[in-house]
């Protein structure tokens, strides 16, 4: 993350330490940890990934759990400032997930890829649609993988063609045609 770290123990437990003003170690406290602190104790996972301000974690039955900043209502749907615990990121079915800058966006098992949150577009604005997952990523629907950065994405498909959305860094310019890795 930004300003926070977070691992997984050999049995799937998870810690964070740093910073914790936007909640995003999980403890449900919000005070900084200068070593790690365990995040839900009751539940194991199999992947962590933290983005700038909000973390989130995949447990083994395929379901996504996030904690820390909401302000685009990328956790919940509601757009509540932070969430210092663990919440449940719907149903089950997540075969991945990544998290950006005030975006979530989830790999499904059925090979959707389907973001909440901010959507930032080449110029840097960022605009919030419509509360609960949407579409934001790539088109197709057969995406093996998924990486989400600061503000971007992107998905490969089994075929290994990958496509990218969202902001680019300067002086790069932005793609949103998919581009083979061959």
């Given at each position: 993350?930004?300003?926070?770290?977070?691992?997984?123990?050999?049995?799937?437990?998870?810690?964070?330490?740093?910073?914790?003003?936007?909640?995003?170690?999980?403890?449900?406290?919000?005070?900084?940890?200068?070593?790690?602190?365990?995040?839900?104790?009751?539940?194991?996972?199999?992947?962590?990934?933290?983005?700038?301000?909000?973390?989130?974690?995949?447990?083994?039955?395929?379901r996504a759990w996030c904690w820390g900043d909401n302000r685009a209502a990328q956790i919940d749907g509601s757009g509540s400032a932070l969430h210092g615990s663990p919440v449940p990121m719907g149903g089950h079915g997540v075969?991945?997930?990544?998290?950006?800058?005030?975006?979530?966006?989830?790999?499904?098992?059925?090979?959707?890829?389907?973001?909440?949150?901010?959507?930032?577009?080449?110029?840097?604005?960022?605009?919030?649609?419509?509360?609960?997952?949407?579409?934001?990523?790539?088109?197709?629907?057969?995406?093996?993988?998924?990486?989400?950065?600061?503000?971007?994405?992107?998905?490969?498909?089994?075929?290994?063609?990958?496509?990218?959305?969202?902001?680019?860094?300067?002086?790069?310019?932005?793609?949103?045609?998919?581009?083979?890795?061959?």
């Open positions: 993350g930004a300003a926070h770290t977070c691992a997984l123990d050999v049995v799937g437990a998870a810690f964070c330490w740093g910073d914790h003003r936007s909640g995003a170690l999980g403890t449900g406290v919000l005070l900084p940890s200068p070593g790690p602190s365990r995040v839900a104790p009751t539940s194991t996972f199999q992947f962590l990934t933290a983005g700038p301000g909000t973390s989130c974690a995949l447990e083994a039955e395929a075969a991945g997930v990544g998290v950006g800058e005030q975006v979530v966006c989830a790999l499904g098992g059925d090979g959707s890829v389907r973001c909440r949150g901010a959507r930032w577009d080449p110029d840097g604005t960022a605009t919030v649609p419509p509360q609960g997952f949407a579409p934001l990523g790539p088109s197709r629907s057969t995406w093996v993988d998924l990486s989400v950065g600061w503000r971007d994405g992107c998905a490969i498909d089994a075929s290994g063609i990958l496509e990218c959305w969202g902001q680019r860094s300067a002086p790069a310019a932005p793609r949103s045609a998919p581009l083979p890795l061959r």
